[in-house]
DNA sequence: AATGAATGAGGATTCATTCAT
DNA sequence: AATGAATGAATCCTCATTCAT
């Protein structure tokens, strides 16, 4: 028991010592970009020496890649799930854009730096930004996936140009309330998009 | 003649070098954004060295500053101006997208270097963001001009909403393209984006 | 043993390295002055790299306020005490002003750099100025309670005014010696500057 | 008539440039002694480029040492001269001392930097230490006449060290005031000194 | 008499990273 | 699991100076 104990606290305080370095380089990332974070102001701010950084993470591009792929999953647990398959399609696809406009207000960190790494273009790329469009190239599958499932008239091609749509203009949109520091009805104008998605998908599914 | 003009070039000519500068700097900065930038790397693509370029500019942001405002104005130069005023309104707004998007295609560096600093949050705001961000705003009511002239029975809250929609689709399928590396057809998109914003237009000014 | 010691010795071994840093900096700052002091020339003088004098200390200002507090206490220690208190007022005065004297001589840097950066103004006052002028005010007060300790008729304002006398005798005699290059007999002249300091404060206990 | 003037005009030009210059670098040097004056700041102080200041000056160290020249020729102007050969020795050194000590206050720049210049030892001696010394001897021996005048019993080699011990104190209590930011009586602690070496030289000269 | 432009050397400082402990 | 110390390369920028005009 002592013994499973001390040995539980001591790797317990590993780990607490890597989040303390995510949640910093989060914070600093999100706002800084890829070149903005340097391992110094990351240590000042968890509290940590650089060196330690350096027993955790093998080296920058893995500690930006780290904190891709955390700020992701706290982006998903923060994004509601919507409840039961009920209502209209244009009521199910108005909820779920408006979840996910709740949760980019909340988490934003995973977007924005996400967008950064995805617009430089470097002479080696970093992981961090493969992770990232991973992580895009899932959404796009998603949001096609439940635009085949509310209309199967739908023809594929059309299906993914109005995913990629729908992802365009979510990024578009965020990308606009980080420009006008925050003073917008996010909310709305991810509902407005979402009706014209699906306005779009509506007359695309009548059309073939 | 000749001789002359030869014999001259090569010494003090100050117009060239700060066109020579902002060529590398454009090239650098589109790519790899604020801190991507090096001076070093400047001096290096543009042949002059370090300390010339601070001749030519105050600082580092200064150049990146003149950076923006001259690949906005190349950029402007790049967009065909629609024709004259024919055909119905969703003719010629998606005349206008098109335009737009193939602007883009050939001229990505202002909008890839204004996103990544509107994107980035550091303590002292470069100048070339809020150039950026002036530019964004001169757009967003262009647009919104076009719109009140198209639909003049739309409301100005209307309007604004739909220019920001406007706006915000094109950020966002202009990082699509970026993201994609190129393979794909942002012509179509942007034409979609218009016939959408169009749609929208229509309904909204029918529904007051 | 000694091999473990010798093992040991060669590799971070913090505080000999900011001595070896602190002794390469006085040498340089009390010869040369704030500006004149390049970490490039601290750096080659002391063997370590400019990065690592940034390990020990701050920023250039901090290097150098360190620099006059050492050197001040090294200063201290070579300023001989006077035994006991024996003598007349005149044997004593002149036996402290001899070893003052005696110290300059072997231990210049303090004062010289002290001086220098006493007399410059620049926009952000250096730290190392407001440490060398606390120490000036504190010795000034010594001087001042050895004065009233031996002359107790004397008035609180001409023990000020005396000991700012004393003071900047002594600067003076010092600035005399470093200009002439050290051919000059500062012992005897800090004697003089005793005993006309003496006389004065016999004669104004004497006329209250 | 037309001819000469505009000549004039031309060289006058000349002149006061050279004078803007030299007015631009005084304010600096005094401020913040030979490495802290750059030319750039010279240039940007006095409106002039850096090129034009090379028009005139040799280099640097040449602009200093005019700098100290001119600089100690205004300050020769700013101290009055002694009326007529009146009133007791005491009388007559402690006006004296009162002159020098107001000349100090409203000219200060020359003896800072002549200071600041005196206690850097640099690996090649600037032009303008050099005259700073020479005008240095020459007071010296100035104030020396007038010893031997007042005095015609005293030896030469106290006639010596009375001039040097009251060099010193002049320039020490001028650098006591620099420290002190300018609030102290400075002309009373110079009548203090002139009695006190008028004291010492009529002890020394009784003394022989 | 003056100056716009250029330039190589050097300024302070920060970088990501390593290594012995 | 962690860290104090070190380090070479790179950062932005200023320096004194030159030169063609």
Redesign the interface.
Known sequence: MTSAQTTRKKRANGVESRQRILDAAVEIAG??????TSIAAVSAKCGLPASSIYWHFKDKDDLIAAVIERSFESWLTAVELPGDDVGTPLERVTVMAANVARSLIGTPDFL?LG??L?????PTEPRGRTVF?QV?ATTHQKIADVLTALFPALHADDVD?LA??A???????F??R??TGGS?DLV??FE??A???H??ATRMAAAR
Chains 1, 2, 3, 4 share one sequence.
């Not at 706002?31 to 903005?36: C, H, K, M, V």
């Not at 995805?118 to 470097?122: S, V």
């Not at 992802?167 to 949109?173: F, K, T, Y």
């Open positions: 706002e800084r970009g890829y070149d903005g924005r967008l950064m995805a617009l430089e273009r470097r469009l895009r140009t990629t749509y992802v365009a203009g979510a990024d578009g949109l990308v606009h980080e420009v917008v709305a104008l407005l998009h009706r014209l998605v306005d779009a």
